[in-house]
């Protein structure tokens, strides 16, 4: 295969990338968490450069501002020193930092909202505007995203740190045109180093399409220089412990590709029983479900009843995305027990996924038949549908 044509296979491999979000919407794909993981720890972020669909939206949009005739800006080295952190700051604060105004920018996080949309889901306003920010600056600066805010990127070029598999510049054959750096989408210094590790790197070859020198740049099992050792070793650790405090699993990649869906059917929060009765006040020890609206559309709850008391809420099915999701579970579960009603305060930040366990909790104690409960108004309507809410039927009558 001629090493110079590699970046149309790419740009195929980025074709099929986004014709499998969409899939991903309607059917999981197990085996692809395995292989993404996989190539990740090998190879480093094969998932941003041949695979991310806004990864791919900004491409689209730097070829098109370049048959327009727009020359991108290119940053002073030390500007692009200290933006080069900028993402790492970011995911810090998500990790550390739980504050409400937090949660609120990341559900404008254009990654996220494009794949949404291409899900065939519509978004608020500010969420198309965002796109269309950042679409419209990779017209004048390459991948101004994944550069500097992506915070996926900064995972996955963590978890990448110690991989074997990368590319590597033969210092004799190179002929110092800098033809490498100046295609780089990730502004990386390809000329200056023996071994391309910037954790920016995201596999997209480009640089090694467009160097004119044989064999000079190439992609082989490579083993870490010693004087680089203790830095991959030191990014590793990080890795290591960033997977340990956020318990990322091995289908988190996966959960990109299909729109960060999240399942919690082995998630249960249990409580102690109540001292007066609530919600549940006159239903038979059961367990009974119900559904609501959440974000990303119906989510489906068991409540189990002992003793006419709520003792236990698992969430056994949901799309809504698993930063929010998780952030209103723990709260709202734990809040409904303890008070023994569904009408408890949403969790700000993650108000949809809030009301639509409570409503789920709600519908499933109204299947239940329970005389002392209410149908929660969600009025919120889900992403790319109209509000319909969960329905329960009682005595052959529909209840909302």
Not at 391 to 399: E, I, L, P, T, W
Request: glycine share 10%; hydrophobic share 40%.
């Amino acid at each position: 295969m001629n090493i110079k044509n590699i970046k149309y296979i790419r740009y195929g491999v980025q074709g099929l990338g986004i014709l499998l979000t969409i899939i991903g919407f309607f059917t999981n794909f197990p085996i692809v968490n395995s292989i993404l993981l996989g190539l990740l720890i090998v190879m480093g972020p094969v998932f941003c450069g041949w695979i991310c669909p806004f990864g791919t939206l900004q491409d689209v949009f730097s070829k098109l501002g370049s048959q327009l005739g727009i020359k991108k800006f290119v940053m002073p080295s030390k500007v692009k020193k200290v933006l080069a952190f900028s993402r790492y700051i970011l995911l810090i604060i998500t990790i550390f930092i739980s504050a409400d105004f937090i949660f609120n920018i990341l559900s404008l996080d254009p990654r996220a909202n494009f794949t949404t949309l291409l899900g065939g889901k519509t978004l608020i306003i500010a969420g198309f505007v965002v796109i269309f920010i950042f679409a419209l600056s990779s017209m004048f600066f390459e991948r101004p995203f994944c550069n500097y805010i992506c915070i996926e990127g900064a995972k996955f070029g963590l978890l990448s740190a110690a991989r074997p598999v990368t590319i590597v510049r033969n210092e004799e054959t190179c002929v110092g045109c800098s033809k490498c750096n100046r295609v780089c989408p990730m502004n990386i210094d390809v000329a200056s180093h023996g071994q391309v590790r910037s954790l920016q790197c995201i596999n997209c070859m480009e640089c090694v399409a467009a160097c004119p020198a044989k064999n000079t740049l190439k992609v082989g099992v490579i083993p870490v220089k010693k004087t680089v050792k203790k830095t991959v070793l030191t990014f590793a650790l990080a890795a290591f412990v960033l997977v340990v405090y956020t318990g990322v699993k091995p289908d988190f990649i996966f959960n990109v590709l299909a729109s960060n869906k999240t399942s919690s059917s082995s998630t249960v929060v249990t409580g102690e029983i109540a001292a007066s009765y609530g919600d549940a006040e006159g239903i038979e020890d059961g367990v009974y479900e119900g559904t609501g609206t959440g974000f990303r559309g119906e989510m489906k709850v068991k409540v189990t009843v002992q003793n006419q008391q709520i003792t236990s809420i698992e969430v056994t099915e949901t799309n809504d995305d698993s930063k929010w999701f998780d952030r209103a579970y723990s709260t709202i579960a734990t809040d409904i027990i303890k008070n023994q009603t569904a009408e408890v305060n949403s969790v700000s930040g993650a108000t949809y996924s809030s009301m639509g366990i409570k409503e789920g909790v709600a519908n499933a104690l109204i299947n239940a038949g329970g005389e002392n409960v209410e149908a929660i108004e969600n009025n919120m309507p889900a992403e790319g549908e109209q509000q319909h809410g969960g329905k329960g039927v009682r005595d052959g009558k529909s209840r909302q």
